[in-house]
């Protein structure tokens, strides 16, 4: 496959999904069919989940952090580390994943769109997000410390964003600003491993085209938005982008 023509004026933006870290040995939610347990992953990893049953929550990413455990990140996040190398402040890469793999493989300017699996918040005190590796044994719903300082009961929730809850308005403020910064450009937007079905991350590639972006798509079969895109790429990510992205990964 004939690489990806990128050069010292070339501003790529990156958009990645569960696919690229499914060779990692990570599960794709569409392996799961959208299910965990015979529970919908909407119902489970939303607000109203939360509230009607947090020890069912802290469960299911209990479950997710300990298969995290011994995870290493892959050759299509290798690729995506070293273009980052190559291009520096021209690349931005926006991940859907909660998995951390990007910045395991060196990715250092990174936007995780939904949040960080290893990382725990108050649901209710304005208390910096912290790492938390703690699975809580899939027994117990954790309280916040420093509301319970103050005799107060206040539950510690994953720091994910939830289907129905908004994303970081400064993650959109900074894809915003690159984009524009890349529409003077060589501008490529480059989608891997998602299957384009969960706004706005489905979207960008609309915004991206209108700015005049050459857009492409990986994966490894066709998404719902595919045609959205200039090329499509089909195959496993971990294959396809050392190619594309013409690096020894
Ligand atoms: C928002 C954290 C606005 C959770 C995630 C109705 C009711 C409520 C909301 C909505 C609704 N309709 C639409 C919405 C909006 C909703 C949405 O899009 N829902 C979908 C399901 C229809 N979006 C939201 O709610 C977002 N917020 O819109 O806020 C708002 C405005 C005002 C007030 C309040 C709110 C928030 C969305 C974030 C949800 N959180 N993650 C967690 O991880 O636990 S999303 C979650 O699912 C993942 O992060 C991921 O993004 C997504 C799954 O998508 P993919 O990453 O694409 O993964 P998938 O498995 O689907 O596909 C993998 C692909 O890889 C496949 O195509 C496969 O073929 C391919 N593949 C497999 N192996 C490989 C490969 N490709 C390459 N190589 C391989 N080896």
Known sequence: ???????????????????????????????????????RVEE??????FEADPLLVWR???????????????????????????????????????????AAAGSTRVLELHGNLT????????????????????QRVPACGECHARGELALLRPHIVWFGERLDPDHFVRIERFMRNAAGARFLFLAVG????????????????RLGAETWL???ERAANTDAFHHFVEGPSGVVLPELLGSSA
């Open 119 to 138: 990382t725990s918040r108050c649901s209710r005190c304005d208390r910096a997000p912290f790492e938390d590796h703690d699975t809580y044994d899939g």
């Open 194 to 209: 998602t299957s384009g079905l969960v706004e706005p991350a489905a979207s960008f590639v609309d915004a991206a085209r």
């Open 44 to 49: 489970v990893a939303s607000p109203a989940g």
């Open 218 to 220: 990986v994966n490894f």
């Open 1 to 39: 496959m004939k690489p990806l023509a990128i050069d010292e004026s070339t501003h790529v933006l990156v958009l990645t999904g569960a696919g690229v870290s499914k060779e990692s040995g990570i599960p794709t939610f569409r392996d799961a069919g959208g299910l965990w347990e015979n529970h």
């Open 60 to 102: 299911f990413y209990g479950q997710r952090r300990r298969g995290l455990r011994g995870v290493l990140p892959n050759a299509g996040h290798r690729a995506l580390a070293d273009l980052e190398k190559r291009l520096g402040d021209r690349m931005l890469l926006v991940t859907q994943n909660v998995d951390g793999l990007h």
